[in-house]
């Protein structure tokens, strides 16, 4: 499995980033996929998680209606839409393949990176005040 997230960059508060995540094929039929981003001094946690098992899409509390996670299987990819960023959701973003059945997406930050099966390289999103 291979995953190239892409997409992050220096914006300021309010603004909009949209990381894309583009996965080797058959990927998104054999994983469910996530976003994940660790902030500088702490661990790494959930963003939002695709269940493709069953369609559903999961966020993380902190999130709070201002992402929006997407997939489209015909090009193996995913994507995530943020709106109304602020300087807390500075750090590295990364998608990751994820069970696809089971507990780690519906659970999306509140376990951590526990359960990931791949990681993709991380993509730098900066917000500044």
């Known amino acids: 499995v291979q995953l190239q997230a892409s997409g992050g960059g220096l914006v300021q508060a309010g603004d909009s980033l949209r990381l894309s995540c583009e996965a080797s094929s058959d990927t998104l039929t054999t994983y469910g996929m996530g976003w994940f981003r660790q902030a500088p001094g702490k661990e790494r946690e959930g963003v939002a998680c695709?269940?493709?098992?069953?369609?559903?899409?999961y966020y993380a509390d902190f999130v709070n209606g201002r992402f929006t996670m997407s997939g489209d299987y015909a090009k193996s990819t995913v994507t995530l839409q943020m709106n109304s960023l602020s300087p807390k959701d500075t750090g590295v973003y990364y998608c990751a393949a994820v069970p696809k059945y089971g507990s780690v997406c519906p659970t999306v930050g509140i376990d951590g990176d526990a359960g990931v099966r791949y990681w993709g390289k991380g993509t730098q999103v900066t917000v500044s005040s």
């Open positions: 695709f269940s493709t098992s069953d369609g559903s899409i």
